[in-house]
């Protein structure tokens, strides 16, 4: 049923019909009369009590609410917001003097130039640099440098940042003078929005007791935010054919995704995957797009900063690619264009050393290799 709103001065002027219409003589119902004064404290009563309704339909319906209502409204169905992620990625540790070995302990703290965000050290078993046994990363000596894991110590997209912009040791250690970050982070993501809540919750619905791709995919997308993924049936994992079975090929936009992050996919597309089918989970097989361009920008234009802009723009724009996506070669010009106005021309644009898309397929990934913009 619609709710059929009023607003002060149509309720108003129904009371005093209604009044008018009921007494046998004329009702003064001049402004300051004080059967006027009593209708409008009436008025202002329904104004109120209409608030009140609307504000209980509105918190009572998915596509109206908002905040914690859409999470009260979800948690009837045992759907909750996916929670923010925080930024990750590589900075560099180095010293002026290289003589005596130093350790770099996990939880060291590093900040931006203005303190703004602060990254934690975590352990990354993958580097050749840290020690289990000494809970770090070892500066060996006469080593001037050394990579390190760190994550952002409040999640959210606040612990993107630029290359350089992480440059301060919060706390001294020894042996160690100068951090800084060579390449952007970028995987930090704020809380699930409304908007995205709610276009999940259709598809979490829509896949509840059903064994299809559908329901794979939103057994995915509960994981956490930022995974592409893709389903690939009646295949193996070597591409051959083989009823029965479908692959699963997921990423975090790192391109190699954690064992523990494919092990939790696992479970979750395990709990409804089809009766009487095998499945398997795995990263991507990645394809690096080199990309180089040089760029002619308007002479009263800053030419570095256009440069910079680009090379900022292409990366996150290969970042954001699905597994499977292509990428294609002349998106890499609109991009340039887009990203800085100072541009007025590009030429030698090149991608992985040809002027042709890369296609990764079914179980590839296209990310990032080497972007070189003059």
């Not at 290289?98 to 350790?103: G, S």
């Not at 009646?234 to 790192?254: C, I, S």
């Not at 995704?257 to 597309?269: E, F, M, R």
């Not at 395990?270 to 089918?277: L, M, N, Q, S």
Request: contains cysteine.
């Amino acid at each position: 049923m619609k709710l059929s709103l009023q607003n002060f001065s149509t309720l108003v002027e129904g009371m005093a019909a209604s009044v008018q219409g009921a007494a046998t003589t004329l009702m003064d119902l001049t402004v300051g009369s004080v059967l006027r004064a009593i209708l409008e404290a009436n008025a202002a009563l329904a104004l109120w009590l209409q608030w009140l309704i609307v504000q209980t339909l509105s918190a009572t319906r998915l596509a109206t609410s908002s905040g914690a209502d859409c999470d009260s409204f979800g948690a009837d169905f045992g759907f909750a917001r996916l929670p923010a992620v925080a930024a990750t990625g590589q900075v560099t540790f180095s010293r002026f003097t290289p003589t005596l070995q130093a350790l770099i302990p996990v939880g060291s703290s590093v900040t931006t130039a203005a303190n703004a965000q602060s990254f934690l050290v975590v352990a990354d078993t993958n580097n050749p640099a840290y020690s289990a046994a000494q809970g770090g990363y070892v500066l060996a000596a006469n080593i001037s440098a050394v990579n390190a894991l760190v994550v952002a110590a409040v999640a959210g997209a606040t612990g993107n940042v630029q290359p350089g912009a992480i440059s301060l040791l919060s706390s001294a250690i020894a042996g160690v003078d100068t951090v800084t970050n060579q390449s952007a982070l970028a995987s930090g993501l704020d809380a699930e929005s409304d908007v995205a809540f709610k276009s999940r919750f259709g598809s979490y619905l829509a896949g509840l007791s059903k064994a299809t791709n559908a329901a794979i995919g939103s057994a995915i997308s509960a994981i956490m935010q930022g995974l592409s993924y893709s389903v690939v049936e009646n295949v193996n994992q070597a591409g051959a054919t083989q009823m029965g079975h479908f692959v699963v090929t997921l990423d975090d936009g790192t391109g190699a995704p954690s064992a523990n992050l494919l092990a939790t996919v696992q479970q979750a597309v395990d709990a409804i995957r089809p009766v009487g089918t095998s499945f398997a989970v795995q990263g991507p097989m990645v394809t690096l797009a080199n990309v180089s361009m040089t760029l002619t920008t308007d002479g009263s234009a800053d030419h570095a900063q256009a440069v910079a802009a680009v090379a900022a723009a292409v990366d996150a724009y290969i970042a954001a690619l699905p597994v499977g996506g292509a990428l294609s070669y002349t998106r890499l010009a609109q991009l340039a264009y887009d990203a800085a106005s100072a541009v007025t021309n590009i030429s030698g644009l090149l991608l992985n050393g040809a002027a042709a898309d890369v296609v990764p397929g079914s179980f590839g990934a296209v990310r990032t290799g080497v972007i070189a913009v003059s």
